[in-house]
């Protein structure tokens, strides 16, 4: 936070809201998204608490807006409890490569199925559709493949629909970390720079999908 | 009953089509009233128009060349035209780099306005392209019904913000709420505001300054009692107002507007040689 914020005070352990995104972005951009030469918006946000609205008050040369956004009761967040002390399986790549991967999946099949192993085929892509099944096999060596940390060889089948959204964040990612744990959890995580190079991360879990026989290849 | 008018100065054309895609913005269609000193495009507040109504004015001379107008009577020497701004818009569309603009009444099968372009040509013959525009005739017993609507004991007068901001503003709040609402007072302040059941946002404009007829009428005005000490608010439709604003192609000289309190918002923004008047009631 330190890097976006001039001040920022939190005086409980942790806060948590919920409010409406698309109506925290109107507000945030009221003046404008073009940013003029010149001119800057300044912005503070504050909360009370639990019942009070989030306040955002913005400045632009002497014009003051002052936004209260309703807050809801939050969902209770999923807590996938994945640890990286029980990461087995760890690549990290460039997104390009899973790009391209990901806009040609097929999507009439219900799960893709991701292995990850210290030998052949190392790190492949499955699909199983209505045409039949396709394998995307990443070699060992490719450029794309920043680092490889494969202790075990695991198959896991999760549900297509479930990452799905997930493509949104690989958009707009330079890098994913691809990781899975003894379960078969999944972890990605996108490193995203923004148009003033400031870098953060997105993270995506997902539990494999159960009716599967392990070891299937 | 006839009118003739020309334009052949470039600058000229340029400024009456910005004027002509203004109004187009703001109504689908208005009357158009001619006489000889004078151009006005006129929506009066029926209720087709959710209320507003509209009142611009140009001197012709400022903008033609050649003016002529033989109205339907010696005393009454006026034309009154029912037409639809965006034909006209959309005929100036090609007399980008005309060489001269002709309008000229013309009834051929039916009433129309010929808009006859020239433009440039490297041979010798220059060519012209033709838009006829068709056009209804105002009969004089209806001329009453487009008289020009004036606010005078409005509650407050105040100039308008910068117009940039104001149109920004506006936007965002018009994805988030129907209706806005806008305060001012006699201290050069002035509040948009909207409130929904997700959010409230209002923006504060302060050292707006208010026009030098403001404090006089203001104060006969106060008919609600003397503690209103100069302010007044109005909850008008949004898209009325966002309409407005995105229609102004050029920063205007002024821009001000009158509220009534709760009842009517009179927008008057002038440019050196058009003046344009918008009024938008406020919501039941």
Redesign the interface.
């Known amino acids: 936070q330190a890097e976006i914020f001039q001040e920022f005070t939190v005086q409980e352990e942790s806060v948590i809201l919920r409010i409406n995104l698309s109506v925290l972005l109107d507000c945030l951009t009221i003046f404008g998204t073009s940013s003029l030469p010149g001119a800057s918006t300044a912005l503070r946000m504050c909360y009370r608490g639990y019942g009070y609205p989030l306040m955002l008050f913005l400045e632009e040369g002497g014009v003051v807006t002052v936004c209260k956004i309703k807050t809801q009761e939050p969902d209770e967040l999923l807590d996938f409890d994945f640890c990286s002390t029980n990461v087995v399986n760890k690549i990290i790549l460039q997104s390009e490569g899973l790009r391209e991967a990901f806009a040609e999946l097929d999507m009439t099949s219900e799960v893709l199925q991701i292995t990850m192993s210290p030998d052949k085929p190392y790190f492949r892509l499955s699909t199983f559709g209505n045409a039949g099944s396709t394998h995307l096999d990443y070699p060992r060596d490719s450029d794309l493949i920043e680092a490889f940390h494969c202790n075990q060889t695991q198959t896991n089948r999760y549900k297509i629909s479930l990452l799905k959204p997930s493509t949104k964040a690989l958009a707009l990612s330079c890098k994913v970390s691809i990781r899975t744990d003894a379960q078969g959890f999944l972890s990605l995580q996108y490193m995203i720079r923004n148009e003033d190079g400031q870098i953060c991360f997105v993270e995506y879990y997902c539990c494999p999908d159960e009716d599967v026989a392990e070891g299937e290849l | 009953m006839r009118f003739r008018a020309k334009i052949v100065d470039l600058a000229c054309l340029n400024h009456f089509s910005r004027v002509i895609n203004t109004i187009a913005k703001l109504a689908k269609t208005c009357t158009l009233r001619l006489t000889v000193s004078k151009l006005y495009f006129i929506l009066s507040d029926k209720v087709a128009n959710g209320g507003v109504s509209l009142w611009c004015e140009l001197c012709q001379g400022n903008f033609f060349d050649e003016f002529q107008i033989e109205g339907v009577a010696a005393e009454h020497n006026e034309i009154y035209l029912e037409l639809v701004p965006e034909n006209l818009s959309r005929a100036l569309k090609t007399a980008q780099s005309a060489k001269a603009v002709k309008i000229k009444l013309s009834n051929k099968h039916c009433p129309c306005l010929r808009v006859a372009v020239e433009l440039p040509s490297l041979s010798r013959s220059s060519r012209i392209v033709t838009h006829d525009i068709p056009v209804g005739v105002i009969p004089r017993r209806l001329w009453n019904d487009f008289r020009e609507p004036s606010v005078t004991d409005f509650d407050v007068s105040i100039y308008l ?2 117009l ?2 104001m149109k ?2 506006v ?3 018009k ?2 709420s129907n209706s806005i609402v806008i305060e001012a007072n006699l201290r050069g302040e002035m509040n948009l505001k909207i409130e929904t ?11 707006l300054g208010n026009p030098p007829w403001a404090s006089e009428d203001g104060g006969q005005s106060s008919t609600q009692g003397g503690d209103l000490e100069g302010v007044a608010e109005a909850r008008i439709d949004i898209k009325k107002l966002q309409q407005l604003l995105a229609g102004q192609q050029v920063n205007p000289t002024k821009a001000l507007c009158n509220i009534v309190n709760k009842k009517i918002v009179h927008f008057i923004l002038l440019h050196e040689d058009v003046s344009l008047q918008y009024f938008i009631p406020a919501l039941a």
Do not use: C, Q
Request: glycine share 0%; no cysteine; net charge neutral.
């Open positions: 913000p910068v940039k901001t920004s503003v936007e965002r709040m994805n988030l059941d997700l959010v409230s946002i209002t923006t504060h404009f302060k050292d």
